[in-house]
């Protein structure tokens, strides 16, 4: 029995009769396998082993109950839990979790259009309509706080990215020509914002394109999937998360998704000067922090990896800093 099997029975019978099929994790180290029930030639389930002390059992069931507050959402996959009723197991050193397995294909970049950037910040709006307490919590940004820190140990170290690829080293080399600058204008952009109380309330933190699937051929959310990163924060996070990554470099759709979030009832506070503040401070912090990921040998995608720093870079050296012209 594999490991994905030995945990998918740990989950009850009707899952160990499931053919278990992996898929690409992404970046995160994360093992990823659909599901498919007998006979059924399209996924039923989404079972997912979380790389080693990436997250904890209570913060993972933490998770899974605000996955909850939202299963009323067409686009929200089902958490299944054990007979005992616990919504993860632990086999072979790691955190398993079972869901859903959400229909639909992550293709924007291939299908880009006004109403799929639209119908995301509706979908977006909607998990935080769900999520937002009646009186949030007003607390130091937290969103704010993590990239001062990441550009903090930045600095500090001086990381010198191990580069097993040429593209990988010419990517590298290009981001810490500009990081000083980057680095120096996104903390003085920032400060003001440092110790300024917001309301929080959970967010998923890392909404990006490979994680918004919509209908083979429409425009439709069929799925929004990976709350692994999910924390209480400033929802203004994930509308600079996903903007950024669908229409980074096209105003008129990143003010369409604006006014689209808005009038489906998102967030109030959510204004268009902070999105872009975040927006361009995180591909300033994205970079940094690949630099970081790369000071040793890991388990990724040269190439991958390469073409994501680069996205990075170009916005930024594109841009002046991120900055929209």
């Known amino acids: 029995m594999s490991g994905a099997e030995g945990a998918a029975a740990r989950f009850g019978r009707e899952f160990a009769a499931a053919r278990w099929v992996a898929r690409p994790g992404g970046f995160s180290g994360a093992a990823v396998f659909a599901g498919f ?43 299944y839990t054990t007979s005992d009723g616990l ?25 880009p259009s006004a109403a799929r950037v639209e119908n995301a910040c509706r979908a977006l709006a909607a998990l935080h309509a769900a999520w937002r307490p009646a009186a949030p919590a007003a607390v130091p940004f937290p969103g704010v706080g993590r990239r001062l820190a990441l550009l903090g140990e930045w600095r500090a170290r001086d990381p010198v990215p191990f580069t097993p690829s040429p593209g990988l080293a010419a990517a590298v080399a290009a981001a810490r020509a500009g990081l000083p600058r980057w680095a120096a204008r996104a903390a003085n952009d920032l400060a003001p914002w440092a110790d300024r109380p917001v309301p929080v309330h959970p967010c998923l933190c890392d909404v990006h394109h490979d994680n918004v699937l919509f209908a083979p051929g429409g425009d439709e959310v069929t799925g929004v999937v990976d709350y692994a990163a999910m924390k209480p924060d400033h929802p203004a996070v994930d509308l600079a998360r996903l903007l950024g990554d669908l229409v980074p470099d096209d105003p008129a759709g990143y003010a369409a998704g604006l006014s689209a979030y808005r009038t489906a009832g998102g967030s109030p506070g959510v204004t268009d000067e902070l999105v872009r503040l975040l927006d361009r401070t995180g591909a300033v912090c994205a970079a940094a922090n690949w630099l970081l990921r790369l000071t040793g040998p890991g388990r990724y995608d040269a190439d991958a990896v390469a073409a994501r720093l680069w996205t990075f870079v170009r916005r930024l050296e594109e841009g002046d800093g991120g900055e929209r012209r």
């Open 37 to 79: 029930t007998p006979g059924e030639t399209d996924p039923t389930y989404c079972l997912k082993a979380h790389p080693p002390g990436a997250v904890t059992p209570g913060r993972l069931v933490r998770i899974h109950g605000w996955v909850g507050r939202a299963a009323h959402l067409s686009f929200v996959p089902r958490v």
């Open 87 to 111: 919504s993860r197991v632990e086999t072979g050193g790691r955190l398993w979790e079972l869901t859903g397995w959400m229909p639909g294909t992550a293709d924007f970049r291939a299908h």
